[in-house]
């Protein structure tokens, strides 16, 4: 088994080589590892510190760590796109390049996987938390309220439109075989690709298993994007874009989970749109 870690980076200098370094010390014993890092031409030192730490670890293991540089920020989704082309592994990993989340909870996320029981995997922020307020901004609370009670709305409503009961569909830790994004369509380049990513590969007939895993939510003067003017008008369209938009680039129907489970036909690279 191979597991490829997908990791976009913009404007991280404080955290990424920190992150980077958690990442690849974290023993997967029985498992290859390799990290795909997409840097979107940060405005700070973030560039910089994914060079040095691809030349060194690439010293030591070669072809372990991928850096793709691109010339200009177009926005998550579009990075973590461009890094779904680059991977070859079995296994696909989203992770951030803050601290929010802990590479310690990899194991627990792709045994599933590994163990055959599922295709994809979810790692869920609510049902470790204790409870919904799983960002405490002690500088900023009223943001914090206003986002912890848009999450729980986010969720409730991507359930019904999907027909689902996950406690965290939004969480970064998407975990998933690389064949079930086979011929995959995806379009979306901001935080919306979050929302992309799960409902196509739902529909696709991969329902996810949650795992808990440990959360740490960081404040916006700490570096958080998340617009709260802006980005939830993009979610509500996405969620609901993506219950019918085009799954296919080709038009073809969707293979069963169980195709996929048992018969995975791995296509080099999945299809997207506007060349990324």
Not at 70 to 99: S, W
Not at 142 to 150: I, M, P, R, S, T
Not at 203 to 228: A, C, D, H, M, T
């Amino acid at each position: 088994m191979k597991l490829s870690i997908i990791m976009a980076v913009y404007n991280e200098a404080s955290s990424v080589g920190e992150t980077l370094q958690r990442v690849w010390d974290q023993p997967l014993q029985g498992v290859d590892k390799e990290i795909v890092i997409i840097e979107s031409n940060s405005k700070d030192e973030s560039r910089e510190i994914c060079k040095e730490f691809a030349d060194r670890i690439n010293s030591l293991e070669p072809g372990a760590v991928k850096l793709i540089l691109q010339e200009r920020a177009c926005g998550k989704g579009n990075a973590v796109r461009a890094g779904l082309q680059r991977a070859t592994g079995d296994i696909v990993l989203i992770q951030d390049a803050d601290a929010e989340y802990d590479p310690r909870d990899y194991r627990s996320l792709i045994t599933p996987i590994i163990d055959g029981r599922v295709n994809f995997v979810l790692g869920s922020r609510h049902l470790s938390a204790g409870s919904w307020k799983i960002r405490k901004f002690e500088s900023s609370p009223a943001k914090a309220a206003l986002l912890n009670l848009g999450g729980t709305l986010f969720h409730s409503f991507f359930n019904i439109m999907y027909g689902t009961s996950l406690s965290d569909p939004t969480t970064m830790y998407k975990v998933f075989r690389r064949s079930c994004i086979s011929g995959v369509l995806f379009e979306a380049n901001r935080f919306d690709f979050d929302f992309e990513l799960v409902a196509k590969l739902i529909r696709l007939g991969n329902i996810p298993i949650e795992v808990p895993v440990s959360y740490v939510s960081r404040g916006f003067e700490e570096g958080k994007k998340v617009n709260v003017l802006r980005d939830p008008f993009t979610w509500i369209r996405a969620i609901v874009r993506f219950r019918f938009s085009r799954l296919h680039a080709d038009g073809s129907q969707p293979q069963t989970v169980e195709a996929l489970l048992y018969e995975p036909k791995i296509s080099p690279q999945p299809r997207f749109a506007n060349g990324a």
